[in-house]
């Protein structure tokens, strides 16, 4: 585990151990990815009765208060638990508080928006999921024509009195169109010099959801396109203009995916550990681990592992300690938020290749769990985007 000094915080991870072996890891095999039977209810016990979704709440709004700073480290914690546990779980997780941090971090802190949207947090049986529709490569005719970064935003608003009216087709989610209970939209703002972030309740006049996208893995995030047409939202759901606080929403959200990347990586890890205790090379009567050659490769394999959590924590303390009140600072800690959740996982898809080569067909055996975990976290790299053209943001940045 990543180092744990704050009583809460080591309280809450020894529950999410519970709740990853008691709802999780004992049913896997029973219920491989089923939604309903095995991710609903694991979800449900996670972000109801371990209060997850209340984290980030402030307490007189019926919250646990963790909407300090110090969250980063909190979640960093959390994450890698909940990501040992299902990725995907994890990965939802990531994106809503991505999304609330806008609005709900001390350091942002929005009072009209708390005051409407925690209740639907903190006084609910049901878990809360948001959604991030974020700018994406390559124009399609849906594409609101804006850029941004070098991507195109998926949707534009216009201001009608004191509401804005926003249209988008064919919309891509980052995660979890069908279940989402608010999506965050960062809209080209007509009339306007920068693009702006709307927090949207899902059940608005004028969202249309399209089919249920199969995916390969992240179980949890049952996505799907959406089309929003002249879409009613209050002036006060606008929740931030231009390229600064997008950066710092980016930051929180790989800051969660690499503390999920981290889980994964640990849950591979323990899988070769095991395998590697119980079985003899044929022919050999060694035991696997103590081969010279398999040995050295698991050698890496922890090593690795042990790099992406100092890294993940580094990023967690770096949130933890900026003001975020100078573009300089901000777009530093994106660049390092950038960098840190390539090489976490990056390292967990080396990591996990490797033990697949290690444990031959077990490695894709499902009883085994090693290829959910590998399915998972290659989808997880597919939504956080490709990283050759991730690359021109540090360019920019270090070479101008």
């Known amino acids: 585990m990543l180092e744990i000094k704050d009583d809460s915080d080591r309280s809450l991870v020894n529950s999410l151990q519970k709740w990853a072996e008691t709802e999780v890891v004992s049913k896997r095999l029973e219920y491989q990815e089923d939604y309903y039977e095995l991710i609903y209810p694991a979800m449900q ?12 709440w402030p307490e007189d709004k019926g919250g646990a208060e963790y909407n300090t700073s110090e969250l980063a480290v909190t979640l960093a914690h959390a994450l890698e638990q909940v990501g040992w546990a299902d990725v995907g779980i994890a990965f939802v997780s990531s994106a809503t508080y991505a999304l609330c941090s806008t609005f709900a971090l001390e350091k942002n802190i929005r009072e009209k928006l708390v005051e409407k949207f925690a209740p639907l947090f903190c006084d609910t049986e049901e878990p809360v999921v948001g959604s991030l529709i974020l700018p994406e490569y390559g124009g399609r005719d849906s594409d609101s024509g804006a850029l941004f970064g070098g991507k195109y935003l998926q949707a534009r608003a216009r201001k009608e ?3 804005w009216l926003i249209d988008g087709e064919n919309m891509r989610p980052l995660n979890s169109g069908v279940d989402a209970s608010l999506y965050g939209v960062f809209c080209n703002l007509e009339g306007e010099d920068c693009p702006g972030f709307f927090i949207v309740p899902a059940d608005s006049p004028g969202i249309k959801k399209g089919d249920l996208s199969i995916k390969t893995g992240l179980g949890a995030s049952r996505n799907c396109s959406l089309q929003m047409k002249k879409v009613k939202v209050a002036d006060e759901n606008l929740v931030f203009k231009g390229r600064s606080p997008y950066l710092q929403m980016m930051s929180w959200l790989y800051l969660g995916a690499s503390a999920t990347a981290t889980g994964a990586h ?14 003899v090379i044929k022919g050999k009567g060694q035991v696997f681990k103590n081969n010279p050659l398999t040995a050295s490769l698991m050698a890496e394999i922890s090593q690795e592992m042990l790099l992406s959590r100092l890294l993940t924590s580094r990023l967690a303390q770096m949130l933890m300690e900026a003001t975020m009140k100078d573009d300089e600072e901000v777009e530093q800690i994106y660049v390092s938020s950038l960098s840190i959740v390539n090489r976490v996982t990056h390292a967990a898809e080396k990591s996990l290749n490797h033990i697949m080569e290690l444990m031959g067909s077990a490695g894709y055996a499902t009883e085994w769990n090693l290829e959910r975990y590998w399915r998972d976290l290659k989808t997880m790299q597919v939504h956080l985007g490709n990283w050759e053209i991730h690359k021109m943001d540090l360019a920019s940045y270090f070479y101008k």
């Open 45 to 56: 016990k996670l972000m109801i009765d371990i209060e997850m979704q209340k984290i980030l």
């Open 266 to 279: 640990v849950a591979a890890y323990e899988i070769v550990k095991d395998w590697g205790d119980s079985r």
């Open 161 to 163: 009195g004191k509401n």
